[in-house]
């Protein structure tokens, strides 16, 4: 079965960067479209960023200008480049699969990403 494992995140004080990184094993993600969800304390699961597996990205009002999705198909890693980072973005983040029809990977333990001075 695929697992995905994500790292790089930590604390950082409003207005810093981290780049996140989601590492896949078991399967290529090279035809999938990918995405970053996050999940703040108390509220629901949402989705970030999307990336397709020809390249197009979209991204969540919130954070368009300031995140960055990309793929390495050569590693199978999934990237999230958090520019700009304010306090409301504290969650953990989570990458899986997106536009599935419902179908969603095992999902790995996420990475916590805390903006706070």
């Known amino acids: 079965q695929v697992q995905l494992v994500e790292s790089g995140g930590g604390l950082v004080q409003p207005g810093g960067s981290l780049r996140l990184s989601c590492a896949a094993s078991?399967?290529?993600?090279?035809?999938?479209?990918m995405g970053w969800y996050r999940q703040a304390p108390g509220k629901q699961r949402e989705l970030v960023a999307n990336?397709?597996?020809?390249?197009?990205?979209t991204y969540a009002d919130s954070v368009k200008g300031r995140f960055t999705i990309s793929r390495d198909n050569e590693k199978n890693t999934l990237y999230l480049q958090m520019n700009s980072l304010k306090p409301e973005d504290t969650a953990v983040y989570y990458c899986?699969?997106?536009?599935?029809?419902?179908?969603?990977?095992?999902w790995g333990q996420g990475t916590q990403v805390t903006v706070s001075s």
């Open positions: 990336i397709f597996s020809g390249g197009t990205t």
């Open positions: 078991g399967s290529t993600l090279r035809a999938y479209v």
């Open positions: 899986n699969v997106t536009r599935s029809g419902g179908y969603y990977f095992n």
